[in-house]
């Protein structure tokens, strides 16, 4: 059984509410071989959440490169200051950053994370989440290597994100890379045609986001591939794959209807999880970046052994 350490809240001094949620648990209690960071999403009736991922202001963080503004602040950014990196995001948190008996994500989930790999000498570290989750997920990691956290980043096992949006641009790519994936590996999990992983836009010169990592693509009966780049229509909007999106969303509202039969019991889908699925027949897109395909997919996927 996995050992729960504890649920986290964040203050975000921009909008003075918290607004950043992960957990932190382990694989057993004593002797862990693995503590996981676990970023929670967008909510889906959160609209403050959604408009966070599509939105396309950044912040020049020094050698990390442009960031989502948005992505940061929910992390614990102190000043919107696009020169100064350190000056936005100091190593350590200034007194009083966060009203009494409030944390801030980023400065709180760190020290809980150097507690729990103290306490448990052979644990690796696991940093992950689904959506919002996701792009903190990506985020926090790189702050830890713009603060010189080596100790931290030499623990990190991987880096996984499920329906991630784009944090940052090309400099930001190369410094996660240099930084973070030079002793771990970064995997973007995308299934089908999730508009969230193609948000913010790359389209220079209106923005230049773009994602880094390996992408681990899934289609709808999670036949999985490793892709060199992009998921396919990076930019959701591209007119050539507007049939084959359609087409995608009524082949997962059929799958949806009778996966359990295939699958078994577990698989079985109630009427509100379709009635979701059918959405994506009026935006598709929209139904794909359910929790449950994420969650499918890595319980049913096969990955292409020619693609790894």
Known sequence: DF???GFYN????????DTTQAFVFTDRAKDASVVVVAFRGTEPFNMQDWSTDVNLSWLGMGAMGHVHAGFLKALGLQEEDGKDANRAFPKDAPNGAAPVGKAIAYYKLREVIRDQLKAHPQARLVITGHSLGGALAAVFPALLALHGETEILGRLGTVQTYGQPRVGDATFVSF????????TAFYRVVYRYDVVPRVPFDAPPVAEFTHGGSCVYYDGWYDGKVLPGDAPNPNYFDPRYLLSMYGNALGDLVKGAFLWAR??????????????RASGLLVPGLASHSPRDYVNAVRLGRIAPKSL
């Open 176 to 183: 996660f890379r240099a930084e973070v994936e030079k002793a």
């Open 3 to 5: 050992n729960f350490v």
């Open 10 to 17: 964040g203050w975000n001094k921009f909008l003075k509410e």
């Open 263 to 276: 699958a078994g019991k577990d698989y079985r889908e109630g009427p509100v999880s379709l009635l979701y």
